[in-house]
């Protein structure tokens, strides 16, 4: 049974950083594309970031230049650092993975910004 266990989340003053942590497991197949969704109150889930096995990054526009998303294949784990944050980066963070068969997803950790 495939799982992934974020750490890492918190509450931050504004211009603060925070890094989350996203260990997958239980997979037979290989994770291709591995990375951060969020989803603020009232709003729909968005994707943060995404990187895949090789190394090619994705970023949404809000984040670039102050998130950092990088990954271990060898722990199967990815990271999102996350530095200059914002109040509007208040949100739950969730992991993501999928393999040739099927997508994953964390259970979501809470990232809070006060300004």
């Known amino acids: 049974q495939v799982q992934l266990v974020e750490s890492g989340g918190g509450s931050v003053q504004t211009g603060g950083s925070l890094r989350v942590t996203c260990a997958a497991s239980?997979?037979?197949?290989?994770?291709?594309?591995m990375g951060w969704y969020r989803q603020a109150p009232g709003k729909q889930r968005e994707l943060v970031a995404t990187i895949t096995r090789s190394g090619d990054t994705n970023y949404a526009d809000s984040v670039k230049g102050r998130f950092t998303i990088s990954r271990d294949n060898a722990k199967d784990t990815v990271y999102l650092q996350m530095n200059s944050l914002k109040p509007e980066d208040t949100a739950v963070y969730y992991c993501?993975?999928?393999?040739?068969?099927?997508?994953?997803w964390g259970q979501g950790t809470q990232v809070t910004v006060s300004s």
């Open positions: 993501y993975a999928n393999t040739w068969r099927s997508d994953y």
């Open positions: 239980g997979s037979i197949f290989s994770f291709k594309t």
